[in-house]
């Protein structure tokens, strides 16, 4: 079983910039990761994603060049840094963990590749 539990979410202006921190813990195998939004009334979608070693990361266009995600092994944590700050980035911001390694690099977007995520934190960017 896995435990996640995200951090670092608050309000801040258009422009600006936060880092989400998700700290994991139980069994944690060889997981992709990835995070993900929803904004109410919407679906919640896929925004960046890092396989284990951390070799490969994947991004939503939405959010590519503004957004980076990483991770520390050493203390199950994963981060997503993100700049640029636009009123619609506002949401709900989940981690989740995908422990199908083998087919993580081909599914890392979808929402049906993640068995666990956490409780998510809020994000609200005024303009």
């Known amino acids: 079983q896995v435990r996640l539990v995200e951090s670092g979410g608050g309000l801040v202006q258009a422009g600006g910039s936060l880092r989400l921190s998700c700290a994991a813990s139980?069994?944690?195998?060889?997981?992709?990761m990835g995070w993900f939004r929803q904004a109410p009334g919407k679906e919640r979608d896929f925004l960046a994603g890092?396989?284990?070693?951390?070799?490969?990361?994947y991004y939503a266009d939405s959010v590519k060049g503004r957004f980076t995600i990483s991770r520390d092994n050493a203390k199950n944590t994963v981060y997503l840094q993100m700049s640029s700050l636009k009123p619609e980035d506002t949401a709900v911001y989940y981690c989740?963990?995908?422990?199908?390694?083998?087919?993580?690099?081909?599914?890392?977007?979808?929402?049906?590749?993640?068995?666990?995520w956490g409780q998510g934190t809020q994000v609200t960017v005024s303009s």
């Open positions: 989740e963990a995908d422990p199908d390694s083998s087919s993580y690099s081909r599914n890392y977007y979808l929402q049906s590749q993640y068995d666990y």
């Open positions: 139980g069994t944690f195998r060889p997981f992709g």
């Open positions: 890092i396989s284990w070693t951390g070799s490969s990361t």
